[in-house]
Nanobody, 113 residues
């Protein structure tokens, strides 16, 4: 019932920038909590950033100062600057619908020379 369409993943050099976008459709409410998780091989999936339906944003400490999240309607953007090799992971967009999380397919972000 909910579809999340992601874009923006790819290969970038250390110190570079990348912007991830996620557009949600089919949501019951116009303003719903959305955000991004990431998972690197061998590591736990971690919350990177989120924005609530009320517009409150959260950015994980490990990426704070480098990543920013912004929402326009049902689209969320994750601006990633000063990327490091350790940022390499599969990034997945989510929508929190009353405690049930819908997921995008995930997009690979690779930071490498």
């Amino acid at each position: 019932q909910v579809q999340l369409v992601e874009s923006g993943g790819g290969l970038v050099q250390p110190g570079g920038s990348l912007r991830l976008s996620c557009e949600a459709s089919g949501s019951i409410f116009r303003n719903i909590d959305m955000g991004w998780y990431r998972q690197a091989p061998g590591l736990q999936r971690e919350l990177v950033a989120s924005v609530s339906g009320g517009g409150v944003t959260y950015v994980a400490d490990v990426v704070k100062g480098r990543f920013t999240i912004a929402r326009e309607g049902n689209t969320v953007n994750l601006q990633m600057n000063s990327l490091k090799p350790e940022d390499t992971a599969v990034y997945s967009c989510y929508e929190d619908s009353s405690g049930y999380l819908y997921w995008g397919r995930g997009t690979q972000v690779t930071v490498s020379s």
